[in-house]
């Protein structure tokens, strides 16, 4: 039987994820020392939000152990429990088993009762030594909040408030008892209980909801400071707040203007009657009046927290909850738009029309708009990478603990926005490189201070646009790459000979090659050989590039240079042997005429281009996809000199070169089978499909076949020179 709730748990369950993110931002700052009311608020907010919408669904394991968190939180609330060190490691831990929770619940599995039990004695560790604080201190404190409350008497007001919760306050897993003891914080309070709706026991509903409270509070708060402190429950209750009286003070008229704020006034008993009577004749006398000038000394504090509410409202940002698969038709949708323009473009230019025809313009116009409609389509999935950013803390802590070091994680640019495929692509890449980090980039604890380093690593994310694409950054100022021991493990494994000549990054990039590794013993972070060539197979099929630098003993840097989305690509039109290919525009460095004289021959068929004092090597692309069984001649074509993952660089031979152009990608593999040397495809606007190169595989395997060679390059280096 289908289960009815399934919608609204879908709908908890992104609300749990979004709620997670928070908390555990909130206790990241909490750990860096901003404890203010505010954070804390907002730590205590995101779990008991999850607490009430578990109540719905009956998850008790995630309801009670989101308890005992509440209470310890509020227990930093209200002031009986300090923000300290130990504190924050304990309340991490359980923002974890936490996520581990909503997990459990999603999966319909049972949570992990020995790490519960476990932080719940940590819990009760921490509160008990709270206890133990605050009975110290007590005395002194009652003694502080007496004189204060003796000095700012005046300023004091007595409210009445009547407090009447419906049912559902219970069934969402909301206690009376927080809310009673919070309105207590604000001033001196009586609460009486009243059971005057309390039926007889045979009537009784135990589901139901017949008590009140009768609160009276003397206190310098406003009605919104009061009416705050109810804000989780405001839908599930009765609220009734009123002012009775003043000490030195009465109330006045409570006016609402045309702006539709509400003013109260509070005026000396000596002069209430003139201010009252002067205030009233100029708001009958004038209609039009927009705006009251009030003395600041007789403006209560409701005005200013009533603005305050009403700008941030003015500036708060609406969303809606979509489901992914629309969008993603959408932008199919949207793709195929561009596609037909392109066609209906080709279609115009073929029959002849002039440019400055109104059928010419309006395609024009056309055009520009498809543009902007992609443009902002485009947009819709582009989210910021805090998401992903803000996982890495809980696994920099772990693997901290796993490998007895100290380290601190610094990120930047998590507001840089990328299409969500990107992201979710690039979590495991991230993983992997910060997990690298930790455990190879820096130094044990002891090995830091000997060499005069601070105890502390230091691990930096960072993120930032570069030239339409998405730079992603993992350094570490640990002792950088150790290349003598990466030379000599590589030739133990037989990656290679014991007689290769290496350049300093060549030496740096052979970590990414499959079953390297350094690790001296195997554990449950490294040693298998398996990860870095994870890294690069995950960011090459992702259409991007990683490089290296490393600086002995100051650390290293890895560098992620990916496209924002997937979905389109600027890129160069170009013709090889009658065929129609894309090259990304990204890779391109730039276009060039070779001369006859500045091409030399190596074995077989390989051609090198003498480039500005070195040697690129040159690929031909037809006969490189089998378009021609025979190379083409070098001074007969036009050369594009690219990059590749790793700065490999290449000169591609093509045909002609027809021009820069954004094409929709689509899938290869998904429509028909991966092809070597073919990341995607396209379709012009002449209807015909054009094949995107993939200009890493191109330059790589290049790269083999000159390495093969390298000896006989190496001569002619020697022989030109010579001459």
């Known amino acids: 039987m289908e289960d009815p709730l399934a919608a609204i748990k879908i709908t908890f369950f992104q609300e749990c994820d979004e709620q997670l993110s928070e908390l555990e931002s909130g206790l990241l700052a909490m750990e860096n020392g901003i404890a203010d009311s505010e954070t804390v608020n907002a730590v205590f907010r995101a779990v008991h939000s999850m607490k009430g919408g578990a109540g719905i669904f009956g998850f008790d394991t995630l309801i009670s152990f989101a308890h005992t968190f509440e209470t310890a939180l509020d227990g930093v609330r209200s002031g009986t429990l300090s923000a300290t060190a130990p504190v924050i490691a304990v309340f991490l831990r359980a923002a974890d088993l936490l996520a581990d929770l909503v997990r459990a619940a999603r999966e319909n599995t049972a949570g992990d009762e020995a790490r519960i039990n476990a932080l719940r004695m940590e819990f009760d560790k921490i509160n008990n030594s709270a206890t133990v604080d605050n009975n110290v201190s007590a005395e002194l404190s009652d003694s502080i909040k007496e004189n204060q409350r003796n000095s700012d008497k005046i300023e004091e007001k007595l409210w009445k408030i009547i407090f009447t919760p419906d049912s559902t306050l219970y069934l969402n897993a909301n206690e009376t008892t927080f809310l009673l003891r919070d309105v207590r914080r604000l001033g001196k309070t009586n609460i009486e209980i009243d059971q005057s709706r309390l039926p007889k026991l045979q009537d009784l509903d135990a589901e139901g909801a017949f008590l009140s409270w009768n609160i009276t509070l003397e ?14 429950v405001e839908s599930d209750c009765t609220l009734e707040i009123s002012l009775e009286i003043t000490d030195g003070f009465k109330p006045g008229k409570v006016i609402t203007g045309d702006n539709g704020f509400k003013f109260e006034f509070f005026t000396p008993v000596d002069e209430e009657e003139i201010q009252e009577s002067n205030l009233l004749h100029s708001m009958q006398s004038d209609s039009e009046v927009k705006q009251l000038e009030v003395p600041q000394a007789t403006t209560s504090l409701a005005i200013q927290n009533i603005k305050t509410k009403a700008d941030s409202a003015n500036v708060a940002v609406a969303t809606i909850r979509v489901d992914l698969d629309r969008v993603d038709r959408m932008i199919d949708l949207v793709g195929e738009l561009v596609i037909n323009e392109a066609m209906l473009s080709q279609r115009v230019l073929e029959a002849g029309i002039a440019r400055s025809s109104g059928v010419a313009m309006a395609l024009e116009e056309l055009e520009h708009l498809t543009r902007e409609i992609q443009d902002s389509v485009m947009a819709i999935r582009a989210q910021p990478v805090r998401s992903v950013f803000q996982r890495m803390p809980r696994l920099v802590r772990e693997v901290a603990t796993m490998t007895n070091k100290q380290v601190k994680l610094i990120t930047e640019g998590e507001s840089t926005e990328v299409d969500k495929t990107v992201i979710e692509r690039i979590s495991d890449p991230l993983t992997h490189m910060i997990r ?11 090995v830091r201070l000997a060499s005069g380093k601070p105890a502390e690593g230091t691990v930096k994310l960072t993120a930032l646009h570069r ?32 007689d290769a000549q290496l350049t300093d990054e060549e030496t740096d990039n052979l970590i990414f090659l499959p079953g390297f590794s350094t690790a001296a013993t195997l554990s449950n972070i490294s040693g298998r050989g398996v990860g870095m060539d994870v890294v690069r197979q995950s960011i090459q099929a992702l259409g991007g590039r990683i490089s290296i630098s490393s600086w002995p003993g100051k650390g290293s840097t890895f560098t992620l240079s990916l496209p924002l989305t997937l979905a389109v690509l600027d890129g160069m039109v170009v013709s090889a042997h009658g065929h129609t290919l894309i ?57 594009l000199l690219v990059e590749g993952e ?57 790269g083999s076949d000159i390495s093969k060679n390298l000896n006989e390059l190496r001569h002619l280096e020697v022989s030109v020179g010579a001459a």
């Not at 100022?477 to 003598?484: E, M, S, Y």
């Not at 281009?609 to 690929?619: A, D, E, H, K, N």
């Open 646 to 702: 790793g700065g490999s660089r290449a000169v591609l031979l093509v045909d002609e070169i027809h021009g820069q152009k954004q094409v929709v990608i689509k899938s290869l593999e998904a429509n028909y089978q991966a092809v070597k040397g073919i990341a995607a495809a396209t379709v012009m606007g002449d209807g015909r499909v054009a094949l995107i190169v993939d200009v890493d595989v191109v330059v790589q395997r290049t």
């Open 583 to 639: 090259i990304p525009l990204g890779a391109i460095m730039e276009t060039l005429k070779p001369r006859r004289k500045d091409v030399f021959p190596l074995d077989g068929d390989l051609n090198v281009l003498s480039l500005r004092g070195g040697y690129v090597p040159i690929v031909d692309v037809a006969f490189c996809l089998g378009y021609r069984s025979q190379y083409v001649d070098p001074e007969q074509s036009v050369a």
């Open 467 to 498: 030239s339409g694409r998405i730079v992603l950054e993992v350094s570490d100022d640990g002792a950088g790459i150790n290349r003598p021991r990466v030379r000599q493990k590589a030739i133990e494994n037989g990656l290679i000979s014991s």
């Open 219 to 232: 206190s310098d708060c406003s009605e919104s400071d009061i009416r705050d402190l109810f804000e989780f």
């Open 436 to 446: 690298n980090a930790i455990d190879h980039g820096l130094e044990s604890t002891e």
